[in-house]
Protein backbone atom coordinates (compact mmCIF):
# COMPACT_ATOMS: atom_id res chain seq x y z
CA UNK A 1 0.00 0.00 0.00
CA UNK A 2 1.63 3.35 -0.77
CA UNK A 3 0.68 6.24 1.30
CA UNK A 4 0.83 9.51 -0.35
CA UNK A 5 0.18 13.31 2.32
CA UNK A 6 -0.97 16.17 1.14
CA UNK A 7 0.04 19.64 2.59
CA UNK A 8 -2.33 21.76 0.36
CA UNK A 9 -1.28 25.44 -0.19
CA UNK A 10 -0.11 27.87 -2.90
CA UNK A 11 2.48 25.83 -3.17
CA UNK A 12 2.01 22.24 -2.31
CA UNK A 13 4.02 19.98 -0.78
CA UNK A 14 3.81 16.27 -1.08
CA UNK A 15 5.42 12.87 0.13
CA UNK A 16 4.91 9.64 -1.36
CA UNK A 17 5.88 6.34 1.12
CA UNK A 18 8.33 5.18 -1.97
CA UNK A 19 10.07 7.95 -1.35
CA UNK A 20 9.44 10.70 -3.85
CA UNK A 21 8.46 13.85 -2.27
CA UNK A 22 8.49 17.42 -3.84
CA UNK A 23 6.37 21.12 -3.78
CA UNK A 24 4.21 22.00 -6.79
CA UNK A 25 2.82 25.82 -7.28
CA UNK A 26 -0.27 26.55 -8.53
CA UNK A 27 0.32 30.70 -8.42
CA UNK A 28 0.27 30.74 -12.19
CA UNK A 29 -3.88 30.03 -11.53
CA UNK A 30 -4.61 31.72 -8.50
CA UNK A 31 -6.63 33.87 -10.63
CA UNK A 32 -8.69 31.33 -12.34
CA UNK A 33 -10.16 28.58 -9.99
CA UNK A 34 -11.49 27.00 -13.05
CA UNK A 35 -8.38 26.42 -14.31
CA UNK A 36 -6.31 25.95 -11.03
CA UNK A 37 -8.85 22.94 -10.57
CA UNK A 38 -8.30 20.96 -13.32
CA UNK A 39 -4.51 21.41 -13.48
CA UNK A 40 -4.96 20.04 -9.71
CA UNK A 41 -7.11 16.91 -10.25
CA UNK A 42 -4.90 16.00 -13.10
CA UNK A 43 -1.56 16.83 -11.95
CA UNK A 44 -3.34 14.95 -8.32
CA UNK A 45 -4.81 11.93 -10.93
CA UNK A 46 -1.04 11.27 -12.52
CA UNK A 47 0.74 11.12 -9.27
CA UNK A 48 -1.35 8.53 -7.86
CA UNK A 49 -1.30 6.20 -10.78
CA UNK A 50 2.39 6.83 -11.21
CA UNK A 51 2.86 5.82 -7.55
CA UNK A 52 0.84 3.51 -7.12
CA UNK A 53 -1.04 5.20 -3.90
CA UNK A 54 -4.01 3.53 -2.35
CA UNK A 55 -3.97 5.99 0.94
CA UNK A 56 -4.21 9.68 0.12
CA UNK A 57 -3.66 11.70 3.72
CA UNK A 58 -4.98 15.14 3.41
CA UNK A 59 -4.10 18.32 5.41
CA UNK A 60 -7.66 19.31 5.91
CA UNK A 61 -8.39 23.45 5.51
CA UNK A 62 -7.88 25.96 8.54
CA UNK A 63 -10.46 28.54 7.57
CA UNK A 64 -9.03 31.81 7.58
CA UNK A 65 -9.08 34.98 5.61
CA UNK A 66 -9.09 34.81 1.59
CA UNK A 67 -7.61 31.54 1.27
CA UNK A 68 -9.97 29.63 2.98
CA UNK A 69 -11.48 29.40 -0.56
CA UNK A 70 -8.47 28.01 -2.25
CA UNK A 71 -8.03 25.69 0.20
CA UNK A 72 -11.49 24.60 0.62
CA UNK A 73 -11.38 24.05 -3.15
CA UNK A 74 -8.17 21.83 -3.75
CA UNK A 75 -9.34 19.69 -0.57
CA UNK A 76 -12.41 19.31 -2.05
CA UNK A 77 -10.39 18.75 -5.25
CA UNK A 78 -7.92 16.26 -3.66
CA UNK A 79 -10.95 14.11 -1.50
CA UNK A 80 -12.57 13.52 -5.09
CA UNK A 81 -9.86 12.77 -7.08
CA UNK A 82 -8.53 10.13 -4.42
CA UNK A 83 -12.42 8.71 -4.30
CA UNK A 84 -11.92 8.40 -7.88
CA UNK A 85 -8.95 6.04 -7.74
CA UNK A 86 -10.81 4.17 -4.84
CA UNK A 87 -7.85 5.56 -2.81
CA UNK A 88 -8.16 5.15 1.28
CA UNK A 89 -8.67 9.02 2.74
CA UNK A 90 -8.04 10.71 5.74
CA UNK A 91 -7.09 14.03 7.37
CA UNK A 92 -4.16 14.78 8.66
CA UNK A 93 -4.79 17.85 10.79
CA UNK A 94 -1.43 19.25 10.61
CA UNK A 95 -1.43 20.34 14.59
CA UNK A 96 -1.98 16.73 15.67
CA UNK A 97 0.76 15.44 13.05
CA UNK A 98 3.05 18.15 15.18
CA UNK A 99 1.88 17.21 18.45
CA UNK A 100 3.01 13.56 17.53
CA UNK A 101 6.32 14.54 16.11
CA UNK A 102 7.83 17.34 18.90
CA UNK A 103 5.63 16.24 21.82
CA UNK A 104 3.62 18.37 23.18
CA UNK A 105 6.05 20.15 25.53
CA UNK A 106 8.18 20.47 22.51
CA UNK A 107 5.68 22.17 20.41
CA UNK A 108 4.66 24.31 23.41
CA UNK A 109 8.73 26.07 23.49
CA UNK A 110 8.88 26.11 19.30
CA UNK A 111 5.72 28.05 19.88
CA UNK A 112 7.09 30.68 22.09
CA UNK A 113 7.79 34.29 20.05
CA UNK A 114 6.96 37.59 20.78
CA UNK A 115 4.12 37.39 18.48
CA UNK A 116 1.91 34.44 16.34
CA UNK A 117 4.52 35.39 13.07
CA UNK A 118 7.51 35.03 14.56
CA UNK A 119 6.00 31.18 16.37
CA UNK A 120 4.87 30.25 13.23
CA UNK A 121 8.10 31.01 10.98
CA UNK A 122 9.37 29.53 14.28
CA UNK A 123 7.58 25.94 13.92
CA UNK A 124 8.21 26.05 10.30
CA UNK A 125 11.79 25.92 10.75
CA UNK A 126 11.20 23.27 13.16
CA UNK A 127 8.99 20.71 10.83
CA UNK A 128 12.50 21.54 8.40
CA UNK A 129 15.19 21.02 10.69
CA UNK A 130 12.71 17.39 11.98
CA UNK A 131 12.93 15.86 8.29
CA UNK A 132 16.61 16.86 7.84
CA UNK A 133 17.11 14.75 10.80
CA UNK A 134 15.35 12.02 9.74
CA UNK A 135 17.05 11.70 6.39
CA UNK A 136 15.14 14.11 3.86
CA UNK A 137 16.14 17.67 2.32
CA UNK A 138 12.66 19.48 1.93
CA UNK A 139 12.70 22.44 -0.46
CA UNK A 140 10.68 24.44 1.64
CA UNK A 141 8.06 23.81 4.92
CA UNK A 142 5.26 22.62 2.36
CA UNK A 143 7.11 19.50 1.69
CA UNK A 144 8.57 19.01 5.19
CA UNK A 145 4.80 19.16 6.38
CA UNK A 146 3.94 16.82 3.88
CA UNK A 147 7.20 15.02 5.38
CA UNK A 148 6.04 14.84 8.92
CA UNK A 149 2.22 13.97 7.70
CA UNK A 150 3.57 11.05 5.96
CA UNK A 151 5.53 9.71 8.95
CA UNK A 152 2.84 10.47 11.21
CA UNK A 153 0.42 8.63 8.77
CA UNK A 154 2.45 5.41 8.84
CA UNK A 155 2.72 5.10 12.56
CA UNK A 156 -1.00 5.98 12.80
CA UNK A 157 -1.98 3.41 10.20
Avoid at 10 to 20: K, N, P, R
Avoid at 55 to 71: K, Q, T, W
Avoid at 121 to 145: C, Y
Wanted: with cysteine.
Amino acid sequence: MATLALDLATSTGWACSDGASGVVSWREHVYDYGQLDRAFRDWLSDLIVMHGVTDVVIEPPVLRGAASILLVGLYWSAQSVACRHECRRRDGDSNKVRRWLFGPERLKEIKRAPNKYAARKQLKAAVIEAMKERGHSPANDDEADALAMLAWAKEAA
